[in-house]
């Protein structure tokens, strides 16, 4: 089992940043991918940005990128989400996720942690 928990959600002004870490327990999470996953009121979840920690690629949803940067410390069992030039639509709540490397499941998720952005 791996625990997940999210910090550093808040509220942000347009153009502003935030950065959300994730810290895991239960197992090394070097064995496993990250992922950050968000939900607006009314909305289906929709992927924002994955990472292996095995290696430097990252994967980004086109509505975040250039803009939101994703990183994992294996040693550490953190993980974290840096949003830059934050949007109106950027406005959800931020889940992170757990996966074993090379299974398209994510078999663990946190609580979440609530990102509001005001115009």
């Known amino acids: 089992q791996v625990q997940l928990v999210e910090s550093g959600g808040g509220s942000a002004q347009t153009g502003g940043s935030l950065r959300l870490s994730c810290t895991a327990s239960?197992?090394?999470?070097?064995?496993?991918?990250m992922g950050w996953f968000r939900q607006a009121p009314g909305k289906g979840r929709e992927f924002v940005a994955s990472?292996?920690?095995?290696?430097?690629?990252?994967d980004y949803a086109d509505s975040v990128k250039g803009r939101f940067a994703i990183s994992m410390d294996g040693a550490s069992n953190t993980g974290s989400l840096q949003m830059n030039n934050l949007k109106p639509e950027d406005t959800a709540v931020y889940y992170c996720?757990?996966?074993?490397?090379?299974?398209?499941?994510?078999?663990?998720r946190g609580q979440g942690t609530q990102v509001t952005v005001s115009s």
């Open positions: 990472i292996t920690w095995s290696d430097t690629n990252a």
């Open positions: 996720s757990a996966g074993r490397v090379g299974s398209p499941i994510w078999d663990y």
């Open positions: 239960g197992r090394p999470f070097s064995r496993f991918r």
